[in-house]
């Protein structure tokens, strides 16, 4: 059973922004910390970002500071990353998981994962 549904995802055009969603219905959402990873053909799993239950603490992947930025809605049990500024570098499929506990970019440490929306950038 997948928890966790990832949307949003889409083909655009470089420089232009884009927002994915991810919907839990699972009931740990609101104590939960969640992330968002990517990875992209042929590469190994990046860490995009990650919020703290309550979204006081947020944490980004180097590649994405600035551009992105992970916000969520506990009353919806939804996270989101907006992404502004888009390259075709961000091209990948894109995955938020859920951990319980602070904030993480070691994605080992989360235990639930959607399946992944496919974001491509053209240039």
């Known amino acids: 059973q997948v928890d966790l549904v990832e949307s949003g995802g889409g083909l655009v055009q470089a420089g232009d922004s884009l927002r994915l969603s991810c919907q839990d219905t699972?009931?740990?959402?609101?104590?939960?910390?969640m992330g968002w990873f990517r990875q992209a053909p042929g590469k190994e799993r990046e860490f995009v970002g990650s919020?703290?239950?309550?979204?006081?603490?947020?944490e980004y992947g180097n590649s994405v500071k600035g551009r992105f930025t992970i916000s969520r809605d506990n009353a919806k049990n939804t996270v989101y990353l907006q992404m502004d500024s888009l390259t075709p570098e961000d091209t990948a499929v894109y995955y938020c998981?859920?951990?319980?506990?602070?904030?993480?970019?070691?994605?080992?440490?989360?235990?639930?994962w959607g399946q992944g929306t496919q974001v491509t950038v053209s240039s």
């Open positions: 699972g009931r740990t959402f609101s104590w939960s910390a």
């Open positions: 998981a859920r951990r319980p506990g602070y904030v993480s970019g070691r994605g080992w440490t989360y235990d639930s």
């Open positions: 919020i703290d239950w309550n979204g006081d603490v947020l």
